[in-house]
Every structure is written in structure tokens, then in C-alpha cells.
């Protein structure tokens, strides 16, 4: 049995395989943890329940001194990016003297080829909305917002039904116990922009302003919401947490593969034979996604590289078909794990067309408060489309390398980063398509 997801931003559909269907092709470690098909149960509570929700959060709330030593042994990540050690952002929160605090489920998922966290919103809300309870415990936050991008309406619904009956569990009024006073569980709904999902952008939203990002430091750590230390957490990140605290730091450990730890969400898509979203244990190699669970290239295709993480990280190619998926790994490829995004391109499609596609869309995604960051994704966009169509010359292709050269660290958030980094990365693995393609 397959569940199909629609986006927007997909005109295709996508699945999630089922293990019962498809162990026979090598996929027992196929979504067994946040994908599990008896937890997929909605904005349903009491079937959350029945089947050992809540034990995680039961658990803590036992020993609130036992959390951050257990999230630290077990090496959880955070899932929406870099990978930054999640007990280390706690531990900062709870260190902080302050009369409020917040932990914020960061959903604003918006990024070409990522719909992992929507799909854990509308199918296993219960599980990232106790991960933040447990957040919330080790912290002492008394504030907890569950951030989700308007466009995805379903999700926003599921998870506002889900938190009316949050509130009315007893393992809620005994956080409050614990905290000596009243926790604050909401939903707001992002602006819906690409940059909204910028931490200090949805400091912002949360706060009812425009999304600006702005420099750092101060890190939300140290002045998040309305001032108040804050943690902000992807929507996986805290989807990890209730399994953890029910089950202990090695079981989470042991599911991942050599070093790594736990499991990831891969949102594979591209010119696959099944795009979709796998729950992989962590340091899976890249062909297996692939070739075993992707079900290999498009008929008559043959692999020519992927967009690692979504398209603001580097192309990795045919020789990185090896590299195990964990964030270590990917690193020393000189690449990044990211959102666990993994967009598939074939022997035969631009590659200066696909970045051209992906810098327009960071171009549009620019909020404009940074003139190098809006002027510089325009003029990368401008001069990626006339070397697409047959209409560059030389001099624009040395345009191209000195703005990426120019342009690193000029803005207030990474968005330019993100798409000079894409642009690099293509000229150093595809630069003969770059010159095959400009008039001499």
C-alpha cells in the first residue's frame, strides 16, 4: 500500500513505500521508526496513545535531568540543515535565566524537492508535537508554537486538531506542574515565503512582522521570541525525540549505519523510476536510495548527479555513488547532508538549465533588504539564462565565476550562499557544459 502526497510546488506524485510490500527487494529497514504505517494515525490522540505515545514524554517528565544526557549520547542532529548537536541548543536554553522561553517546530518546508516534514505533520503530528513537549521539559520553556507553512493547508488543519487534545492530557497539565506555571501550546501559520524558514525570520512571523532575517549574533538561543531564549527545531528533528526517551540513547544510535545515528527522511525525486520518501538508517549509501528504493534511472537513462540536500547545497556525481548519507560523510564529499533533499538528474538533462531553474527560485525567494543578495540572485539568474539559451559569450561566463566569488557572506541569512554554492558546484563537476553552450 502506497500513500501519495500533492504539492504545489510537485506536479508528480509521491510515495511512501510500505515494508510489508516491499521487504522482498531488500527494504526491511524501510520506515520502521517515524514512518512506521501503525503510527500513521492522524490528528488521533487516543490511536497515538494505543500505541505507545506519550511514554517518551512520561518518561522525561520523570527525570527532566536525564534529557539532554540522553539526547547528547544518542547524537541527535538537527534535521533541516546543518546537523548542529540538538543538545547543545537545548543545553544553551536551559542554561538562561529568563521568566519565558519558547521551543518552536520550525514547518515552513518550502524548498524545491523537501516534503518530508509535511508528510510527518499530516500523518504523525502527535509524534513531533510531544518531541517539542519534551523540548519544552528539558528547557523549561513555557511557551511552545508549532511554525507550518499556510500552503500546507492539510497539515496546518491536522495540526491544529491535534493540539486542542494536547491540552487536555494529563502529561500537559503535568509539564505545567513542573514548570510552576501555565504552558502556552499554539499553532501560527508562517508567512509562506521561502525565507520565512530562517531562524531569525521566524522570530519574526512568530512576533507578527515581515520575515527579515537578521545577522547573528545574538543567536535565539540568547534572544529568540519577543526576547526570550529560544530553541527552533525542524519538524524531523523533534520527530526523533519521543522514540529516544522511550526507548534510550543506543537503540537510537544502533539504527543508524557505522558511525552515524538513527534514521533519516530521504525526499528523493527527480528522474527516478519511484520518487518518494524513504526512512533510510542514517550512513545509507547514496546508490542504495537509488537504485534499490528508488528503483534506479528513468527507462533509457543513465545517472549523471544529484542535487544533495535540495538545490542550495553541491552536486555530487556518478563517483560519489558510494558516499554513505550521514552528515559526516557528505561533508568530506564537500557537500551537505541538508534537509536530506535528494533531487536525481540524468545523462542527457541540463544541469545549466536545472541551476538556472533553482537560482530564479532563490532570486524570487530573496525578502530584498539585502541589495547583493537581491541584485546578485538576479544577475546570476540573468546570465545562467543566456548561457542556457545559446546566447552567452565568454565574458559572461567570467561574470558568472566572479560573482561567485563577490557575492559569499554579503547577506543577512544564507539564501545567496545557498545559490553561489549551486552555481560553483555545477561549474566545478559540468564546466564542459558551460562551454560547449557559450558563443566563442
Known amino acids: 500500500m502506497s500513500t501519495r502526497l500533492g504539492s504545489r510546488a510537485r506536479p508528480r506524485a509521491w510515495a511512501v513505500a510500505s515494508d510489508e510490500r516491499f521487504c522482498g527487494f531488500g527494504m526491511a529497514n524501510l520506515n520502521h521508526v517515524l514512518l512506521r504505517e501503525d503510527i500513521r494515525v492522524g490528528a488521533d490522540l487516543g490511536a497515538w496513545l494505543a500505541r505507545g505515545g506519550s511514554e517518551g514524554l512520561a518518561n522525561a517528565l520523570r527525570d527532566p535531568a536525564a534529557i539532554l544526557p540522553t539526547v547528547a549520547e544518542a547524537d541527535l542532529r538537527g534535521m533541516g540543515g546543518a546537523g548542529f548537536a540538538t543538545h547543545r541548543k537545548w543545553a544553551a536554553v536551559a542554561d538562561a535565566q529568563s521568566g519565558d522561553k519558547y521551543v518552536v517546530c520550525n514547518g515552513n518546508e518550502d524548498e524545491p524537492g523537501t516534503f518530508k516534514d509535511r508528510y510527518l505533520l499530516e500523518h504523525t503530528p502527535h509524534q513531533v508535537i510531544e518531541g517539542a513537549l519534551i523540548a519544552a521539559t528539558a528547557t523549561r520553556a513555557n511557551h511552545v508554537v508549532l511554525y507550518v507553512n499556510p500552503h500546507l493547508e492539510r497539515a496546518l488543519a491536522i495540526v491544529r486538531e491535534a493540539v486542542q487534545q494536547w491540552r487536555q492530557h494529563a502529561l500537559f497539565a503535568a509539564l ?78 544502533g539504527l543508524g549505519t557505522g558511525q552515524a545515528s538513527g534514521t533519516k527522511l530521504f ?38 548527479a544529484v542535487f544533495t540536500g535540495g538545490p542550495s547545497n553541491t552536486l555530487l556525481s556518478k563517483r560519489d555513488l558510494d558516499v554513505a548519507l550521514d552528515f ?113
Not at 526512512?279 to 533509457?300: A, D, I, K, N, Y
Not at 525567494?365 to 541584485?375: D, I, N, R, T, V
Not at 539564462?385 to 554579503?410: F, H, K, Q, W, Y
Open 328 to 440: 559526516d560523510s557528505v561533508r568530506q564529499r564537500g557537500s551537505r547532508l541538508g534537509t536530506g533533499a535528494m533531487i536525481v538528474v540524468s545523462e542527457g538533462t541540463s544541469i545549466v538549465r536545472k541551476v538556472a531553474d533553482y537560482v530564479n527560485f532563490f532570486a524570487n525567494g530573496s525578502c530584498g533588504q539585502c541589495p547583493p543578495c537581491k541584485g546578485g540572485t538576479f544577475q546570476l539568474t540573468r546570465l545562467l539564462n543566456r548561457i542556457d539559451t545559446g546566447r552567452g559569450v565568454r565574458a559572461d561566463l567570467e561574470a558568472l565565476e566572479n560573482l561567485c566569488r563577490i557575492l559569499p557572506g554579503s547577506g543577512r541569512c544564507g539564501l545567496i550562499d545557498g545559490a553561489v554554492t549551486v552555481v560553483q558546484s555545477s561549474l566545478q563537476q559540468f564546466r564542459e557544459e558551460y562551454e560547449a553552450l557559450v558563443v566563442a
Open 267 to 304: 525526499s528523493l525525486s527527480g528522474d527516478v523510476l519511484r520518487p518518494g520518501l524513504y526512512e533510510l538508517p542514517m550512513g545509507t549509501r547514496l546508490e542504495e536510495l537509488v537504485f534499490e528504493h528508488g528503483r534506479g534511472m528513468l527507462q533509457g537513462k543513465e545517472f549523471k
Open 176 to 253: 505545567e506542574r513542573l514548570l510552576g506555571g501555565p504552558l502556552s501550546l499554539m499553532v501560527v501559520a508562517s508567512s509562506g515565503l521561502y525565507i520565512g524558514g530562517e531562524e531569525t525570520a521566524v522570530i519574526a512571523s512568530i512576533e507578527g512582522r515581515f520575515p527579515f532575517p537578521r545577522r547573528k549574533p545574538p543567536f535565539p538561543s540568547q534572544q529568540g521570541v519577543h526576547g526570550a531564549p529560544t530553541v527552533i527545531n525542524n519538524t524531523e528533528t523533534l520527530a526523533h525525540v519521543p522514540g529516544i526517551l522511550r526507548h534510550g540513547a543506543p537503540w537510537y544510535r
